[in-house]
Nanobody, 127 residues
Framework: QVQVVESGGGLVQAGGPLRLSCAAS????????MGWFRQAPGKEREFVAG????????DYADSVKGRFTISRDNAKNTVYLQMNTLKPEDTAVYYC????????????????????WGQGTQVTVSS
């Protein structure tokens, strides 16, 4: 079994930064494509950012391009989401997910592609 645990959520003022971390354990982390999703109250969960297991490819939702950066440290079995210039509409529960990937450059963007999920961490951006 794979455990996925997010951390780093909290309350931040609009325009400020926040960094989320996600640790995965139980299998070889290097072969996981990793993704971040979020779900705001009353809305569907949506893709935010993803990174291939090689780390060579990333993908972002249009709403966060230029503000968010996903990265990974395979030595620490951890993926990060650096969020800058946060907006109130970024307020949501953020989920980390792992996909046991074969393709080293694949970046899944659909929830259906991910095999393991964390419990989520709340991010609240005040105006």
């Amino acid at each position: 079994q794979v455990q996925v645990v997010e951390s780093g959520g909290g309350l931040v003022q609009a325009g400020g930064p926040l960094r989320l971390s996600c640790a995965a354990s139980g299998r070889t982390f290097s072969y996981f494509a990793m993704g971040w999703f979020r779900q705001a109250p009353g809305k569907e969960r949506e893709f935010v950012a993803g990174i291939s297991w090689s780390g060579s490819k990333t993908d972002y939702a249009d709403s966060v391009k230029g503000r968010f950066t996903i990265s990974r440290d395979n030595a620490k079995n951890t993926v990060y989401l650096q969020m800058n210039t946060l907006k109130p509409e970024d307020t949501a529960v953020y989920y980390c997910a792992a996909d046991v990937a074969v393709n080293p450059v694949a970046v899944p963007t659909s929830q259906r592609d991910y095999d393991f999920w964390g419990q989520g961490t709340q991010v609240t951006v005040s105006s």
